[in-house]
Structures are given as C-alpha cells and as structure tokens.
C-alpha cells in the first residue's frame, strides 16, 4: 500500500528507506506442510516432525500442517485413529513446538469426547501450550450417483464455534477444508 502511495505520488525513496519500511511491517514466514499419510500413526507423525523442523530451520515461524495428518481420510479409519485432547498426537505437537520455538497449527485430527468424534484442530504457541482448538463445522456430505458417496456426518460431530489465534500483531482465522466453501464463516471473522 505504502509502496504504491509512493509511486502514484512519484516521490522516489531510496532501496534503504523502503527496506526500512519493510522491517517496520509485521511478516510472519508461514509453511504449509504436505504429507503423504499411511496408515501407520507413529510414521505420520515422524514424518510431520520431520517436515516441522525443515519448516523452522528454514526460519517459519507458524507451520500448518494438514487435515487428518496421524491417519489416513476415510470414513472407516476416524473411530480407530480418535484421540482425546490432550492425548498421543497433541503432547507430540507440544513438544515439538517447544523444540522448534514455533507456532504450529496442528491441521486436523480425528478427536473422542465421550462418544462423540470430532475433526478438530489445536494450534500451539512456541512454549508448547495449546491457544486454541477448533473442531470442523460444515461436514463433507457428497454424493454423486455411481460415482462417490462420502457423507462425514455419518462419522463426524459438527463445530459449533468460530476461532481466531494471534501472532505477533497478525490474527488468523481457522476453517478445516470443507468449511472454506462457506465465506460466512470468513466474512464473522474480519
């Protein structure tokens, strides 16, 4: 913005002005982590560890890593890859966060409370700490005759709130896969 003011007014700056300008701007250097999920838990996990780590050596100070990261996406796996929060996957990211001094969305897992199974996110801060939690709101129902039924309600209990986390002075919204379909939930957000 400033750099196009500067330019519609044809001050000229100096390469030192505007990288000074640059540095007074918050910039966070973020990686978005792709895996390619197995079957077995403890490999994902090593796998996103390893992943993370890149991330931060490379000087990320956020890393997001994918939805269902520890298992495999598939209707028939969720129940037997759930896990309470805390538990396996989340003290894995705490630490790992802790090590790195790094901030890491935590893409998704498949959560148990009670009886009930959530698609849910923790983000944690540099400390290890969990900020935030957020659990997927528009479930993927899709069914295209012949083709592919996938109904996530069948497994799936929906979210039910809205999640923002900071860091530094940038605030960042939350959404599993499905729900950026719906710009509602960017639009309360803003």
């Known amino acids: ?36 999920v197995g079957k077995c838990k403890q490999t994902n996990l090593e796998k996103a560890s390893q992943l ?10 956020v890393a997001c890593l994918p939805e269902c990261f520890n298992s495999p996406y598939g209707l028939q796996y969720f129940a037997q890859y759930a896990e309470p929060i805390p538990g396996q996957t989340t003290d894995f990211l705490s630490s790992l966060a802790r090590e790195h001094q790094i901030h890491i969305i935590g893409g998704s897992i498949p959560e148990r409370e009670g009886n009930k199974l959530y698609n849910t996110c923790c983000v944690f801060d540099p400390t290890g700490q969990i900020i935030t939690k957020f659990r997927k709101i528009h ?32 605030t960042f919204g939350l959404g599993i896969c499905y729900d950026l379909r719906f710009s509602e939930l960017a639009h309360v957000m803003r």
Do not use: C, H
Not at 11 to 18: K, L, P, S, W
Not at 141 to 154: C, F, L, M
């Open 139 to 170: 479930l993927a129902d899709i069914s295209i005759p012949g083709k592919i039924t996938n109904r996530e309600s069948d497994v799936f209990t929906p979210g039910r709130d809205i999640t923002l986390f900071t860091v530094k002075d940038m």
């Open 52 to 61: 993370v780590g890149e991330a931060a050596k490379a000087g990320a100070l």
């Open 1 to 36: 913005f400033l750099r196009k003011q500067w330019y519609q007014r044809r001050v000229a700056i100096t390469a030192g002005e505007y990288k000074s300008y640059l540095r007074s701007i918050s910039m966070v250097k973020f990686a978005g982590i792709q895996i390619n």
